[in-house]
């Protein structure tokens, strides 16, 4: 089960850090990915990580200003978010999978519910 938490509303330009708590064993063996889905737009790709966290993954848009991260100790994986634009409004998602091209492809085997981020212009 995956919990994701840390959205809210924030002006251009500012920050936010997400979190998805895993709950559960073996969570250090699982790719872990962050999914967006804005107003009207299919679900895209953001970001993904290694297990253990040494390959990390960004799409174009986000690269330099968003930062994926994880905590095995804790069962989390965390996005930094800065400079924040309207464009990266939309729910955000944190997926799990222990194969690498279901997890970049969409295809995981574990999704979090999403929480909502809002930048204002």
């Known amino acids: 089960q995956l919990q994701a938490s840390g959205g809210g509303l924030v002006q251009a330009g500012g920050s936010l850090r997400l979190s998805c708590a895993a709950s559960g064993r073996a969570f250090s063996s699982y790719y872990m990915a962050w999914f967006r889905q804005g107003p009207g737009k299919d679900r895209e790709f953001i970001s993904s990580i290694s297990g253990d966290g040494l390959s990390t993954r960004y799409r174009d848009p986000v690269k330099g200003r968003f930062t994926i991260s994880r905590d095995n100790a804790r069962n989390t994986v965390y996005l930094q978010m800065n400079n924040l634009k309207p464009e990266d409004t939309a729910v955000y998602l944190c997926?799990?999978?222990?194969?690498?091209?279901?997890?970049?492809?969409?295809?995981?085997?574990?999704w979090g519910q999403g929480t909502q981020v809002t930048v204002s212009s």
């Open positions: 997926t799990a999978s222990i194969f690498y091209p279901r997890i970049i492809s969409g295809a995981s085997d574990y």
